[in-house]
């Protein structure tokens, strides 16, 4: 089996927020690019400035939706993704003008949570077959 067909990239969708999520671990920077390019059908995905990190969020546009990328780049490295989770939950908030603010902090922490648990689920091999879909 090679390398590519071993690393799995995982399409969660939360309705609640109406945000397509893209989730790869245990792979390069490099790699989670090469997947996403072959899985939305284009060439323009890059990642470079994640060469030196364990992790990394984005935020892309295809096909005019916007998507959203975690990539962590160890197996099971829990704090990497809390730290990306926060990222993630950030992004979702902004794109939909919900302010990060005193107000909204009980929403943001259930929706980091949200994403914490779906993704910790997926690195342990517990999918939530309801929201996570095969790419």
């Known amino acids: 089996m090679s390398r590519e067909s071993s690393i ?20 390069s920077h490099e790699e989670i690019a090469e997947l996403l390019n072959k899985h939305l059908k284009t060439k323009n995905i890059v990642f470079d400035e994640w060469k030196q990190m364990s992790g990394g969020t984005a935020t892309i546009e295809n096909q005019g939706r916007i998507k959203y990328v975690i990539w962590v780049r160890e197996k099971k490295a829990f704090y990497t993704i809390v730290h ?42 517990q999918k939530q077959a309801w929201r996570v879909k095969p790419c």
């Open 84 to 125: 990306e989770c926060f990222h993630l939950t950030w992004r979702i908030f902004h794109d939909r003008f919900i302010n990060c603010d005193f107000d909204n902090q009980e929403a943001f922490a259930y929706c980091q949570d949200f994403w914490i648990r779906t993704l910790w689920r997926i690195v342990n091999g």
């Open 8 to 27: 799995k990239l995982h399409r969660i969708y939360d309705d609640r927020f109406n945000a397509e999520v893209f989730f790869a671990h245990n792979c």
